[in-house]
Nanobody
Framework: QVQLVESGGGLVQAGGSLRLSCAASGRTFSSYAMGWFRQAPGKEREFVAYIKWSSGSTYYADSVKGRFTISRDSAKNTVYLQMNSLKPDDTSVYYC????????????????????WGQGTQVTVSS
């Protein structure tokens, strides 16, 4: 079993920045990807970004591209989401998730692929 714990959420004004962390513990995958998703009240959970652990390859949703950066610290088994130029529309509960890697090119933005989820951390952006 893999446990994921998010932290770093909070209240910021529009244009501000936050850095979210997701620490993984327990049985970890030998080759896996980790992603960030978010969910606002009354809306479906949507993809934000992912990173392939071994290669460091990243991918972002169009809504956050150029503003958010996903990164990892292998020694700490931790993935980060640096969020800059925050907008009120970014207000959501942010979740990290983990999945094993798949062969070849693969779309890791699909929510259904992820086996493990954290409990989420609230991000609120005021105008």
């Amino acid at each position: 079993q893999v446990q994921l714990v998010e932290s770093g959420g909070g209240l910021v004004q529009a244009g501000g920045s936050l850095r979210l962390s997701c620490a993984a513990s327990g049985r970890t995958f030998s080759s896996y990807a980790m992603g960030w998703f978010r969910q606002a009240p009354g809306k479906e959970r949507e993809f934000v970004a992912y990173i392939k652990w071994s290669s460091g390859s990243t991918y972002y949703a169009d809504s956050v591209k150029g503003r958010f950066t996903i990164s990892r610290d292998s020694a700490k088994n931790t993935v980060y989401l640096q969020m800059n130029s925050l907008k009120p529309d970014d207000t959501s509960v942010y979740y990290c998730a983990a999945t094993r890697s798949y062969s070849g090119s693969f779309d890791y933005s699909r929510r259904s692929l992820y086996d493990y989820w954290g409990q989420g951390t609230q991000v609120t952006v005021s105008s």
